[in-house]
């Protein structure tokens, strides 16, 4: 199937030719039959000679529905311009084919209707001469009449032709369904109708609604009037939604491939068409099927930052159109450029900002968003349009591989950091000798990183993590005066090992609670209980010696062996019965265990 959207003033014979082609009735509404004039959009289809199926999605044209002409040649990548042989071109003409070239539509033909009213060679020669100014280029031509069907064949061939011409769609690109009508049909629910111009559908799918916290559900597809279980792109579809409200959505909603689409409501973008400091402050955004009122920001002379008043599931590269609706003016198309664009805070942010905008162009480019992001997210940067896995992107990696989890980081700013985290850990070890290491949390946030995996990820020989804290790999080293202090002990109670020093012996010594405890850490010392300290061998010279005794023995014999004192000999046989390796038996007596 090919869809093509239809264009052109008003009155100038678009629905009179949708009908003559399909033999279907666009205008949906009464009052539009009645007053012989489109309001919304209408949709029809018919085969072509080749056997294709083209769908026609049918705009009105007449100036006050200029927004609903919009929505509809939104998705639309190919239009029918239609002008009537004696009439001619006319402004509605021309702000239709503003808006495809705005749109960057590339496809497209050129009807003259009432050719039996007038002769259409100048009609033609006018629009064709306008639309060749355009994205559209050179189109064809064919004179028609509506009422007596003269040129119809010509048509149905040129729109075989066109169809023939346009790029296959991307059937395995996320769905992102923009709605143009959403209606309830009884006993089915919410339905809601599109044109699919990429991806694919199936029933049972679950989708993604801006705005609602559950994904939806497709409980049944329709295309072409008929049940199906799926659709692929391009394709009109409408959608049966289960367990969604009709009120919940309507035309500008997207339904989206879950996890695929960034929504947004600051963008900053190209302009192509009016420079940036003729804008007005306030404009109306149109992409997909979606209008929604922007404030301008001007950054460079073609680039602006735009702030929506809801957010909009847009991608890097997406074209959209500025319209001034009060001027019937429309202002250009726009090139989505960035989606998550940085805060301009400080003085001069904005200028930087214009100067970054001039080096893209809106293609998605995976080494060019790490350079500027520094560290984002893979998951957010394909939610932004930029493929993290595929290739080849140009100038760049076409493929970057995580630092941790699914986090990417530009490789310079990843070394740097490398070095950052070396620096904090060696500043934090002078200000903190006694400390094992800084703790990574700490270091997490003198980094700013958003997420701990990237501190582990950061931290390389001869550095490592150790209960939660970097530090060298020899942190064991004891800080100088604490290693002296142990040296101090070694010395004066080498030769009476069981002797721990007293309280006030262990101040003389400067060790403190905090030294003592590095010094436990780092396995110079061992702690009996508070301010009772051996050096860390004494455990196996007692159990030596305890075992020379008699068996079993009693605490005082063992004290007397030890040639110590109860203050140390009581919690040094207590650790020893928890190690296992002496017993302690109901009378109290102890044996050593063998
Ligand atoms: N003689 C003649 N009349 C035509 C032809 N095409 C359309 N008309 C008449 O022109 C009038 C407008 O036709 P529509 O098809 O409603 O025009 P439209 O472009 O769809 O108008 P809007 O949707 O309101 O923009 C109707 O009265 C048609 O009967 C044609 O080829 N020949
Ligand atoms: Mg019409």
């Not at 009105?60 to 239009?79: Q, T, Y």
């Not at 500043?427 to 094992?436: G, I, S, V, W």
């Not at 850490?521 to 075992?547: E, H």
Request: proline share 9%.
């Amino acid at each position: 199937m090919f869809v093509v959207a239809t264009a052109g003033h008003v009155d100038h014979g678009k629905s009179t030719l949708v009908r003559a082609l399909t033999g279907m009735e666009p205008d949906r509404w009464a009052e539009e039959r009645r007053r012989g004039m489109t309001i919304d959009l209408g949709f029809a289809w018919t085969t072509l000679p080749s056997g294709g199926t083209v769908a026609f999605v049918d705009v009105p044209g007449h100036e006050r529905f200029v927004p609903n002409m919009l929505a509809g040649v939104g998705p639309v990548p190919a239009a029918l311009i239609v002008v009537a042989a004696d009439e001619g071109w006319m402004p509605q003409s021309a702000e239709h084919l503003a808006a495809l070239d705005a749109l960057g539509v590339a496809y497209g033909l050129l009807a003259v209707t009432r050719a039996d009213l007038a002769d259409p060679g100048p009609a033609t020669a006018r629009a064709r001469a306008e639309i060749a100014e355009t994205s559209l280029g050179a189109v064809p031509a064919v004179a028609v009449s509506g009422v007596t069907g003269a040129g119809l064949p010509q048509l149905r061939a040129a729109l075989d032709r066109l169809a023939a011409q346009l790029p296959a769609p991307v059937v395995d690109d996320p769905v992102r369904l923009w709605v143009d009508r959403s209606f309830t049909v009884r006993g089915s629910g919410t339905v809601v109708t599109g044109t699919l111009g990429a991806g694919r559908l199936r029933v049972g799918d679950e989708l993604e609604l801006a705005g609602a916290d559950e994904p939806v559900r497709v409980r049944g597809l329709h295309s072409l009037g008929e049940a199906r279980p799926e659709a692929a792109a391009v394709a009109r579809v409408a959608v049966n939604l289960r367990g969604t409200p009709r009120d919940r959505l309507g035309r500008g909603d997207a339904l989206l491939t879950p996890g695929r689409f960034h929504h947004t409501d600051l963008v900053d973008v190209r302009l192509a068409g009016d420079p940036a400091a003729d804008l007005p402050a306030t404009l109306t955004l149109h992409v997909g099927s979606a209008a929604v009122p922007v404030r301008v920001r001007p950054l460079g002379p073609d680039t602006v930052r735009l702030r929506l008043a809801r957010p909009l599931p847009l991608l890097v590269g997406d074209r959209a159109l500025l319209r001034d609706p009060g001027r019937h003016h429309v202002s250009g198309g726009v090139r989505v450029l960035d989606v998550a664009p940085p805060p301009l805070g400080r003085r001069g942010a904005a200028a930087a900002r214009a100067q970054v905008l001039a080096e893209l162009d809106g293609r998605p480019d995976l080494a060019g968003e790490l350079r500027r992001r520094r560290l984002i997210r893979a998951a957010a940067l394909l939610r932004m349009g930029v493929p993290v896995h595929a290739g080849p992107v140009q100038d760049g990696p076409a493929y970057a591989e995580p630092v941790a989890g699914d986090w990417l980081a530009d490789p310079a700013h990843w070394r740097r950091l490398g070095e950052q985290l070396t620096e904090e850990v060696a500043r934090h070890a002078r200000e903190h000798p006694l400390e094992p290491g800084m703790p990574v949390d700490a270091l997490r946030q003198r980094l700013a990183l958003p997420d701990r995996v990237l501190v582990e990820a950061l931290v390389r020989p001869p550095l490592r993590i150790h209960a939660g804290r970097v530090g060298a790999a020899s942190a064991n080293a004891l800080p100088e005066p604490v290693a002296l202090a142990v040296q101090r002990v070694r010395a004066e109670y080498g030769d009476r090992p069981f002797r721990a020093p007293e309280a006030d012996r262990l101040v003389d010594l400067g060790l403190g609670p905090r030294e003592i405890g590095a010094a436990v850490r780092a396995g110079a010392l061992l702690r009996l209980a508070d301010n009772v300290v051996l050096l860390p061998d004494a455990l196996d010279d007692a159990v030596r010696v305890l075992a020379g005794l008699p068996q079993p023995f009693t605490l005082s014999a063992a004290r007397q062996a030890l040639d110590t004192t109860r203050r140390v000999a009581v919690p040094l046989l207590e650790l020893l019965d928890r190690r296992g390796a002496t017993r302690r038996l109901p009378d109290d007596a102890r044996i050593v265990v063998t």
